[in-house]
Protein backbone atom coordinates (compact mmCIF):
# COMPACT_ATOMS: atom_id res chain seq x y z
CA UNK A 1 0.00 0.00 0.00
CA UNK A 2 2.47 2.40 0.76
CA UNK A 3 3.98 1.79 -2.44
CA UNK A 4 1.74 2.73 -4.53
CA UNK A 5 0.72 5.54 -2.62
CA UNK A 6 4.24 6.80 -3.16
CA UNK A 7 3.91 5.68 -6.81
CA UNK A 8 0.68 8.19 -7.28
CA UNK A 9 2.38 11.06 -5.56
CA UNK A 10 4.86 11.27 -8.26
CA UNK A 11 2.43 10.92 -11.18
CA UNK A 12 0.74 14.32 -9.85
CA UNK A 13 3.93 15.74 -9.18
CA UNK A 14 5.08 14.86 -12.66
CA UNK A 15 1.83 16.47 -14.24
CA UNK A 16 2.42 19.22 -12.55
CA UNK A 17 5.79 20.03 -13.73
CA UNK A 18 4.18 19.26 -17.83
CA UNK A 19 0.73 21.06 -17.80
CA UNK A 20 1.26 24.09 -15.84
CA UNK A 21 4.71 25.36 -17.76
CA UNK A 22 2.38 24.89 -20.73
CA UNK A 23 -0.24 26.99 -19.37
CA UNK A 24 1.51 30.09 -18.07
CA UNK A 25 3.82 30.00 -21.52
CA UNK A 26 0.06 30.05 -23.31
CA UNK A 27 -0.55 33.49 -20.66
CA UNK A 28 2.25 35.00 -21.70
CA UNK A 29 1.85 34.52 -25.39
CA UNK A 30 -1.46 35.78 -25.32
CA UNK A 31 -0.66 38.94 -23.40
CA UNK A 32 1.54 39.72 -25.82
CA UNK A 33 -0.69 39.95 -28.68
CA UNK A 34 -0.92 44.08 -30.05
CA UNK A 35 -5.05 43.51 -29.37
CA UNK A 36 -4.66 42.01 -26.12
CA UNK A 37 -4.11 45.37 -23.83
CA UNK A 38 -7.13 47.17 -25.59
CA UNK A 39 -9.67 44.22 -25.96
CA UNK A 40 -9.45 43.50 -22.14
CA UNK A 41 -9.46 47.17 -21.32
CA UNK A 42 -13.22 47.55 -23.57
CA UNK A 43 -14.31 44.14 -21.52
CA UNK A 44 -13.59 45.54 -18.56
CA UNK A 45 -15.10 48.66 -18.88
CA UNK A 46 -18.42 47.28 -21.16
CA UNK A 47 -19.12 45.29 -17.69
CA UNK A 48 -18.44 47.83 -15.61
CA UNK A 49 -21.57 50.09 -17.76
CA UNK A 50 -23.74 47.21 -17.39
CA UNK A 51 -23.98 47.09 -13.80
CA UNK A 52 -24.30 50.82 -13.60
CA UNK A 53 -27.26 51.12 -16.27
CA UNK A 54 -28.51 48.30 -14.26
CA UNK A 55 -28.58 49.76 -10.53
CA UNK A 56 -29.25 53.48 -12.08
CA UNK A 57 -32.89 51.59 -13.79
CA UNK A 58 -33.36 49.83 -10.78
CA UNK A 59 -33.62 53.00 -8.39
CA UNK A 60 -35.46 54.89 -11.47
CA UNK A 61 -37.72 52.33 -11.64
CA UNK A 62 -38.59 52.23 -7.81
CA UNK A 63 -38.25 55.97 -7.71
CA UNK A 64 -42.41 57.85 -7.20
CA UNK A 65 -43.05 60.41 -9.89
CA UNK A 66 -42.39 63.76 -8.82
CA UNK A 67 -45.33 66.34 -8.66
CA UNK A 68 -45.25 69.98 -9.13
CA UNK A 69 -47.05 71.47 -6.20
CA UNK A 70 -48.27 75.43 -5.62
CA UNK A 71 -48.02 76.21 -1.82
CA UNK A 72 -50.09 79.83 -0.75
CA UNK A 73 -49.14 80.82 2.67
CA UNK A 74 -47.90 84.05 4.40
CA UNK A 75 -49.15 86.13 1.42
CA UNK A 76 -46.11 84.26 -0.94
CA UNK A 77 -46.75 81.46 -3.91
CA UNK A 78 -44.22 78.51 -3.24
CA UNK A 79 -43.66 75.97 -6.46
CA UNK A 80 -42.02 73.19 -5.66
CA UNK A 81 -41.64 69.61 -7.12
CA UNK A 82 -42.72 67.13 -4.64
CA UNK A 83 -42.59 63.17 -4.54
CA UNK A 84 -44.35 63.57 -0.78
CA UNK A 85 -47.78 61.40 -0.69
CA UNK A 86 -49.82 63.88 1.43
CA UNK A 87 -50.15 67.32 2.35
CA UNK A 88 -49.62 67.14 5.75
CA UNK A 89 -46.27 65.02 4.82
CA UNK A 90 -45.10 68.00 2.42
CA UNK A 91 -45.49 70.22 4.36
CA UNK A 92 -43.17 68.20 7.66
CA UNK A 93 -40.56 68.70 4.30
CA UNK A 94 -40.57 72.03 4.00
CA UNK A 95 -41.25 72.86 7.63
CA UNK A 96 -44.11 74.51 7.03
CA UNK A 97 -45.73 74.63 10.79
CA UNK A 98 -49.19 75.26 11.68
CA UNK A 99 -49.72 77.78 14.46
CA UNK A 100 -52.65 76.86 16.50
CA UNK A 101 -56.05 78.13 14.73
CA UNK A 102 -53.80 77.99 11.22
CA UNK A 103 -55.64 76.29 8.95
CA UNK A 104 -54.34 74.18 6.06
CA UNK A 105 -56.85 73.44 2.75
CA UNK A 106 -57.01 70.44 1.66
CA UNK A 107 -56.20 68.47 4.93
CA UNK A 108 -52.89 67.09 5.39
CA UNK A 109 -53.90 63.39 4.53
CA UNK A 110 -54.98 64.20 1.08
CA UNK A 111 -52.75 62.76 -1.41
CA UNK A 112 -50.71 64.66 -3.64
CA UNK A 113 -51.54 63.32 -7.25
CA UNK A 114 -51.55 65.83 -9.95
CA UNK A 115 -49.28 68.46 -11.25
CA UNK A 116 -50.54 72.31 -9.86
CA UNK A 117 -51.81 70.78 -6.92
CA UNK A 118 -52.67 73.59 -4.57
CA UNK A 119 -51.91 73.96 -0.44
CA UNK A 120 -53.29 76.72 0.94
CA UNK A 121 -52.09 77.52 4.45
CA UNK A 122 -54.73 80.39 6.03
CA UNK A 123 -53.33 81.87 9.07
CA UNK A 124 -55.14 82.64 12.00
CA UNK A 125 -56.09 86.19 12.98
CA UNK A 126 -57.46 87.89 15.75
CA UNK A 127 -61.53 88.18 15.91
CA UNK A 128 -64.10 89.49 17.93
CA UNK A 129 -67.12 87.50 19.41
CA UNK A 130 -69.95 89.23 20.68
CA UNK A 131 -72.23 86.96 22.70
CA UNK A 132 -75.08 89.12 25.38
CA UNK A 133 -73.26 91.91 25.17
CA UNK A 134 -69.93 89.91 26.27
CA UNK A 135 -66.89 90.33 23.94
CA UNK A 136 -64.43 87.15 23.38
CA UNK A 137 -61.20 87.70 21.57
CA UNK A 138 -59.67 85.07 19.80
CA UNK A 139 -57.28 83.56 17.08
CA UNK A 140 -58.99 81.98 13.90
CA UNK A 141 -58.59 80.98 10.44
CA UNK A 142 -62.13 79.07 10.14
CA UNK A 143 -63.76 80.20 7.55
CA UNK A 144 -67.82 80.31 8.21
CA UNK A 145 -69.15 82.85 11.86
CA UNK A 146 -70.26 79.86 13.51
CA UNK A 147 -66.95 77.51 12.42
CA UNK A 148 -64.80 80.30 14.16
CA UNK A 149 -67.15 80.53 17.85
CA UNK A 150 -66.69 76.64 17.79
CA UNK A 151 -62.74 77.45 17.01
CA UNK A 152 -63.14 79.83 19.82
CA UNK A 153 -64.22 76.99 22.36
CA UNK A 154 -67.89 78.61 22.37
CA UNK A 155 -70.80 75.70 21.50
CA UNK A 156 -73.34 78.44 19.65
CA UNK A 157 -77.00 76.06 19.40
CA UNK A 158 -78.41 74.96 16.23
CA UNK A 159 -80.98 77.89 16.61
CA UNK A 160 -78.66 80.68 17.68
CA UNK A 161 -78.44 83.18 15.00
CA UNK A 162 -74.57 83.61 13.63
CA UNK A 163 -73.20 86.42 12.09
CA UNK A 164 -69.88 88.34 10.70
CA UNK A 165 -68.99 91.78 10.22
CA UNK A 166 -65.66 93.49 9.36
CA UNK A 167 -63.92 95.09 12.23
CA UNK A 168 -65.23 98.70 11.71
CA UNK A 169 -62.43 100.40 14.65
CA UNK A 170 -58.84 98.28 14.34
CA UNK A 171 -57.58 100.98 17.18
CA UNK A 172 -60.55 100.28 19.70
CA UNK A 173 -61.78 97.05 18.24
CA UNK A 174 -58.96 95.20 19.41
CA UNK A 175 -58.84 93.06 16.40
CA UNK A 176 -57.85 93.08 12.47
CA UNK A 177 -59.84 89.90 11.69
CA UNK A 178 -63.96 89.92 12.43
CA UNK A 179 -66.17 90.66 14.53
CA UNK A 180 -68.57 87.27 15.19
CA UNK A 181 -71.92 88.37 16.55
CA UNK A 182 -74.04 85.84 18.31
CA UNK A 183 -77.39 86.62 18.79
CA UNK A 184 -78.98 83.64 21.21
CA UNK A 185 -82.27 81.66 20.95
CA UNK A 186 -84.70 81.68 23.09
CA UNK A 187 -85.45 78.64 25.44
CA UNK A 188 -88.72 77.41 26.01
CA UNK A 189 -90.66 73.95 26.38
CA UNK A 190 -93.71 72.79 24.07
CA UNK A 191 -96.59 70.25 25.78
CA UNK A 192 -97.66 68.60 22.47
CA UNK A 193 -100.54 66.39 23.32
CA UNK A 194 -98.47 65.54 26.58
CA UNK A 195 -95.61 64.75 25.18
CA UNK A 196 -93.02 67.58 26.74
CA UNK A 197 -90.24 69.25 24.45
CA UNK A 198 -87.52 71.21 24.94
CA UNK A 199 -87.01 73.71 22.04
CA UNK A 200 -85.12 77.00 21.40
CA UNK A 201 -86.71 79.96 19.15
CA UNK A 202 -86.10 83.73 17.71
CA UNK A 203 -89.84 83.83 17.14
CA UNK A 204 -91.45 87.01 18.73
CA UNK A 205 -95.14 85.51 19.66
CA UNK A 206 -96.54 81.84 19.98
CA UNK A 207 -98.35 81.93 16.14
CA UNK A 208 -94.73 82.56 14.46
CA UNK A 209 -93.21 79.84 16.89
CA UNK A 210 -95.80 77.35 15.34
CA UNK A 211 -94.63 78.44 11.87
CA UNK A 212 -91.23 78.33 12.57
CA UNK A 213 -91.49 74.78 14.09
CA UNK A 214 -93.62 73.44 11.55
CA UNK A 215 -96.72 72.41 13.53
CA UNK A 216 -99.97 72.48 12.10
CA UNK A 217 -103.35 72.76 14.15
CA UNK A 218 -105.36 69.63 13.95
CA UNK A 219 -109.69 70.31 14.27
CA UNK A 220 -110.13 70.53 17.81
CA UNK A 221 -106.39 71.56 18.56
CA UNK A 222 -106.09 74.10 21.51
CA UNK A 223 -103.47 76.29 22.72
CA UNK A 224 -102.35 77.92 25.59
CA UNK A 225 -101.58 81.09 26.32
CA UNK A 226 -103.21 82.51 22.94
CA UNK A 227 -101.76 82.57 19.29
CA UNK A 228 -100.30 86.08 20.22
CA UNK A 229 -98.90 85.90 23.16
CA UNK A 230 -95.04 86.79 23.40
CA UNK A 231 -92.32 84.46 23.90
CA UNK A 232 -90.58 84.64 27.24
CA UNK A 233 -87.53 82.74 27.80
CA UNK A 234 -88.80 79.16 29.53
CA UNK A 235 -92.39 79.68 29.03
CA UNK A 236 -94.50 76.54 28.92
CA UNK A 237 -96.60 76.38 25.51
CA UNK A 238 -99.31 73.46 25.65
CA UNK A 239 -101.05 71.96 22.52
CA UNK A 240 -104.11 69.66 23.54
CA UNK A 241 -106.08 67.61 21.34
CA UNK A 242 -109.29 66.35 23.47
CA UNK A 243 -110.09 62.91 23.96
CA UNK A 244 -107.21 60.79 22.28
CA UNK A 245 -104.42 58.57 23.03
CA UNK A 246 -101.00 60.03 21.83
CA UNK A 247 -97.94 58.16 20.53
CA UNK A 248 -94.32 59.96 19.56
CA UNK A 249 -91.25 58.60 18.07
CA UNK A 250 -88.36 60.05 16.98
CA UNK A 251 -86.00 60.30 13.93
CA UNK A 252 -83.24 61.93 13.15
CA UNK A 253 -82.66 64.47 10.65
CA UNK A 254 -79.07 64.22 8.36
CA UNK A 255 -77.42 67.29 8.11
CA UNK A 256 -77.32 69.06 4.69
CA UNK A 257 -73.98 69.55 2.70
CA UNK A 258 -73.62 73.17 1.16
CA UNK A 259 -70.85 72.54 -1.67
CA UNK A 260 -69.09 75.84 -2.69
CA UNK A 261 -67.30 76.16 -5.19
CA UNK A 262 -63.32 77.45 -4.56
CA UNK A 263 -61.07 78.45 -7.26
CA UNK A 264 -57.72 77.77 -4.86
CA UNK A 265 -57.93 74.66 -4.28
CA UNK A 266 -57.64 72.10 -7.37
CA UNK A 267 -59.91 70.19 -8.84
CA UNK A 268 -60.96 67.13 -7.12
CA UNK A 269 -60.15 68.57 -4.17
CA UNK A 270 -62.09 69.49 -1.02
CA UNK A 271 -62.07 70.86 2.01
CA UNK A 272 -64.48 71.30 5.38
CA UNK A 273 -65.32 74.61 6.04
CA UNK A 274 -67.97 74.12 8.70
CA UNK A 275 -69.18 70.68 10.49
CA UNK A 276 -72.27 69.48 10.42
CA UNK A 277 -74.70 68.46 12.86
CA UNK A 278 -77.82 66.29 12.96
CA UNK A 279 -81.73 67.67 13.62
CA UNK A 280 -84.23 66.03 15.72
CA UNK A 281 -87.70 65.77 14.65
CA UNK A 282 -90.63 64.34 16.86
CA UNK A 283 -93.60 62.46 15.37
CA UNK A 284 -96.84 62.83 17.17
CA UNK A 285 -99.85 59.69 16.15
CA UNK A 286 -103.11 59.76 17.07
CA UNK A 287 -103.80 56.06 18.80
CA UNK A 288 -107.16 54.66 17.83
CA UNK A 289 -108.19 52.58 21.38
CA UNK A 290 -110.15 49.82 19.90
CA UNK A 291 -107.74 48.98 16.62
CA UNK A 292 -104.43 50.19 17.60
CA UNK A 293 -103.83 52.40 14.47
CA UNK A 294 -102.17 55.37 14.36
CA UNK A 295 -102.52 58.32 12.80
CA UNK A 296 -100.09 61.30 12.25
CA UNK A 297 -100.55 64.43 13.70
CA UNK A 298 -97.51 66.11 14.29
CA UNK A 299 -94.10 66.17 12.65
CA UNK A 300 -91.89 68.81 14.68
CA UNK A 301 -88.51 70.05 14.41
CA UNK A 302 -87.73 69.92 17.76
CA UNK A 303 -83.54 70.77 16.74
CA UNK A 304 -83.19 71.83 13.44
CA UNK A 305 -79.47 70.51 11.41
CA UNK A 306 -76.88 72.71 10.98
CA UNK A 307 -75.18 72.48 7.23
CA UNK A 308 -72.06 71.32 6.56
CA UNK A 309 -69.87 73.47 4.35
CA UNK A 310 -67.82 71.92 2.31
CA UNK A 311 -65.10 73.80 -0.24
CA UNK A 312 -65.11 71.95 -3.88
CA UNK A 313 -61.80 72.77 -5.48
CA UNK A 314 -62.12 74.42 -9.10
CA UNK A 315 -58.78 75.33 -10.16
CA UNK A 316 -57.84 72.97 -13.29
CA UNK A 317 -54.45 70.53 -12.77
CA UNK A 318 -52.77 68.75 -15.47
CA UNK A 319 -53.89 65.14 -16.52
CA UNK A 320 -57.18 63.76 -17.86
CA UNK A 321 -59.53 63.05 -15.53
CA UNK A 322 -62.03 62.72 -17.92
CA UNK A 323 -60.84 59.42 -19.45
CA UNK A 324 -59.12 58.18 -15.81
CA UNK A 325 -63.57 58.22 -14.86
CA UNK A 326 -64.43 56.88 -18.26
CA UNK A 327 -61.89 53.80 -17.57
CA UNK A 328 -63.58 53.38 -14.29
CA UNK A 329 -67.55 53.90 -15.00
CA UNK A 330 -67.24 51.48 -18.39
CA UNK A 331 -65.11 48.67 -15.55
CA UNK A 332 -67.53 49.14 -13.09
CA UNK A 333 -71.01 49.37 -14.68
CA UNK A 334 -70.60 49.64 -18.65
CA UNK A 335 -70.77 53.19 -18.29
CA UNK A 336 -74.23 53.44 -17.19
CA UNK A 337 -75.24 55.84 -15.10
CA UNK A 338 -78.31 54.61 -14.27
CA UNK A 339 -77.31 51.48 -13.44
CA UNK A 340 -80.03 49.24 -10.84
CA UNK A 341 -79.56 45.97 -11.20
CA UNK A 342 -81.11 45.02 -7.42
CA UNK A 343 -77.55 43.75 -6.19
CA UNK A 344 -77.26 46.82 -3.55
CA UNK A 345 -75.06 48.83 -5.94
CA UNK A 346 -76.14 51.68 -8.02
CA UNK A 347 -75.04 54.21 -10.76
CA UNK A 348 -72.23 54.32 -13.19
CA UNK A 349 -69.31 53.66 -10.26
CA UNK A 350 -71.42 51.08 -8.30
CA UNK A 351 -71.96 53.57 -5.26
CA UNK A 352 -73.72 51.48 -2.03
CA UNK A 353 -76.11 53.62 0.08
CA UNK A 354 -73.86 53.60 2.72
CA UNK A 355 -71.04 55.20 0.85
CA UNK A 356 -73.52 57.21 -0.73
CA UNK A 357 -75.06 58.87 2.27
CA UNK A 358 -71.58 58.66 3.91
CA UNK A 359 -70.59 61.34 0.98
CA UNK A 360 -73.25 63.89 2.21
CA UNK A 361 -75.90 62.50 -0.66
CA UNK A 362 -79.49 61.02 -0.54
CA UNK A 363 -81.49 59.69 -2.87
CA UNK A 364 -80.18 56.47 -5.05
CA UNK A 365 -77.02 57.39 -6.55
CA UNK A 366 -78.56 56.09 -9.90
CA UNK A 367 -81.25 58.72 -10.07
CA UNK A 368 -77.93 61.33 -9.84
CA UNK A 369 -77.21 63.51 -12.27
CA UNK A 370 -73.60 61.80 -13.98
CA UNK A 371 -72.09 65.46 -12.49
CA UNK A 372 -72.86 64.30 -9.11
CA UNK A 373 -71.76 60.95 -9.34
CA UNK A 374 -68.46 61.83 -10.85
CA UNK A 375 -68.07 64.31 -8.03
CA UNK A 376 -69.06 61.54 -5.68
CA UNK A 377 -66.57 58.63 -6.87
CA UNK A 378 -63.49 61.54 -6.85
CA UNK A 379 -64.42 62.46 -3.20
CA UNK A 380 -64.76 58.95 -2.04
CA UNK A 381 -61.39 58.00 -4.18
CA UNK A 382 -59.47 61.14 -2.87
CA UNK A 383 -60.77 60.50 0.96
CA UNK A 384 -59.63 56.73 0.80
CA UNK A 385 -56.09 55.98 1.78
CA UNK A 386 -55.41 53.40 -1.28
CA UNK A 387 -57.80 54.82 -3.60
CA UNK A 388 -59.13 52.61 -6.33
CA UNK A 389 -56.05 50.29 -5.69
CA UNK A 390 -58.22 49.30 -2.19
CA UNK A 391 -61.70 49.94 -3.47
CA UNK A 392 -62.03 48.19 -6.43
CA UNK A 393 -58.87 46.30 -6.96
CA UNK A 394 -60.44 44.68 -10.13
CA UNK A 395 -60.77 47.41 -11.93
CA UNK A 396 -57.80 49.29 -10.79
CA UNK A 397 -55.83 46.12 -12.03
CA UNK A 398 -57.67 45.33 -15.05
CA UNK A 399 -58.00 49.55 -16.79
CA UNK A 400 -54.70 50.40 -15.32
CA UNK A 401 -55.73 53.41 -14.62
CA UNK A 402 -53.93 55.87 -11.43
CA UNK A 403 -54.81 55.07 -7.68
CA UNK A 404 -56.22 58.58 -7.15
CA UNK A 405 -57.97 60.74 -9.82
CA UNK A 406 -55.89 63.30 -12.03
CA UNK A 407 -57.01 66.57 -12.21
CA UNK A 408 -58.62 67.61 -15.59
Known sequence: MRKKLERLSLKIERYRRIRFPRKVRKVKK????????????????????????????????????PYVVIISHDNVQQIVPSVEPTVGALLDKLHLTLNPGDVVEPSPATHINADDFRINIYRALPVEIVENGQKTFALSAAKTPRAIAQS??????????????????????????????????????????????????????????????????????????????????GMNVFILHAGTSIATSTQSIPAPVQDVNDPSLSTGTSAIRQEGQPGELLITYEVNTKTGAE???????????????????????????????????????????????????????????????????????????????????????????????SQNPGCYYKTGISAFPPGN
Open 30 to 65: ASRHPYAVPVMTFTLLAIITAVIVIIVSNNSANKPK
Open 295 to 389: TQLQSVVVQPPVPEVVAIGTAPVSGDIASWLLALRDCESGGNYADDTGNGYYGAYQFSLGTWERLGYSGLPSDASPSTQDAAIIKNTNESSGGIA
Open 152 to 233: AGLSPYPEDLVTSEPTSNFTNGSGIGQVINIKPSVPINIILYGVPIVTRTHSDSIAQLLVEKHIILQKGDTVQPALNSPITP
